[in-house]
């Protein structure tokens, strides 16, 4: 389903030349939850943003569903952001000006299969799916660090993506609460979904099938 070869990532700051990814060559199937593990600066972040489309590497080839993605057009790079992957981010991105239901109903503003009634309704399940139901009134400013989180969870999950980047979904969340998370990404990858899952918790590896060590760029 995603496949890297000979990923390479540079950053360029200032004249001086960041090593971020070297050699990356690995295949993500569907049906299978992926731990991302290693040290900060380790290159985690910067391999999901390659993975979402969301960065271009330097060198090296990614490919979609066999497609390689250096060669797709922006409006089919778009779509496939829009409508296959779902990105939850570090930092939340949460719209602080809309309330809960209203962040977490955006990816599908342009879906016209769903009525605003079925809409409301889905994301009022998942919100109680996560065990935030009762803060669909709230601005993000007005939640718990694990509540937006949960919040930008459901809005990844909004769409019914194939593909599901997670970058420290856990990070701000207590024991109880990771583990729910958690077992809510396994179970859609044991619906045949690909749910890659950046984590620094040894608690992953009770969830992963299989985990990836970044050291230095390097897995
Ligand atoms: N936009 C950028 N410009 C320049 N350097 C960057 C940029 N983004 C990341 N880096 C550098 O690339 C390296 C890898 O960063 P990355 O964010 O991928 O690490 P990470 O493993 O996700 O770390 P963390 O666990 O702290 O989130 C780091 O040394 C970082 O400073
Ligand atoms: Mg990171």
Not at 22 to 43: P, W
Not at 113 to 128: D, G, Q, S, Y
């Amino acid at each position: 389903m995603i496949e890297l070869i000979n990923i390479q990532k540079k950053y360029l700051l200032k004249n001086k030349s960041i090593n971020a990814l070297n050699d990356i060559n690995i295949k993500f199937e569907e049906g299978k939850l992926y731990g991302i593990m290693g040290e900060s600066g380790s290159g985690k972040s910067t391999l999901m943003q390659i993975i979402g489309l969301l960065i271009e590497p330097t060198s090296g080839i990614l490919k979609i569903d066999g497609h390689n993605a250096s060669k797709l057009s922006e409006k089919n790079i778009a779509n496939l952001r829009k409508e296959k992957l779902a990105y939850i981010f570090q930092s939340f991105n949460l719209i602080p000006t809309m309330n809960v239901t209203e962040n977490v109903i955006l990816p599908l503003y342009t879906n016209r299969n769903l009525t605003k009634k079925e809409k409301v309704e889905k994301v009022n399940n998942l919100l109680n799916s996560l065990g935030i139901g009762n803060r669909n009134k709230h601005y993000p400013n007005q939640l718990s660090g694990g509540e937006q989180q949960r919040v930008a969870i459901a809005r990844a999950l909004c769409n019914n993506p194939d593909i599901i980047l997670a970058d420290e979904p856990t990070a701000s969340l207590d024991k109880e609460n990771a583990i729910k998370i958690l077992s809510i990404l396994k179970k859609l990858s044991n619906q045949n979904k690909c749910v890659i899952v950046i984590c620094h918790d040894d608690i992953i590896k009770d969830y992963a099938d299989e985990i990836i060590y970044l050291k230095n760029g390097r897995m």
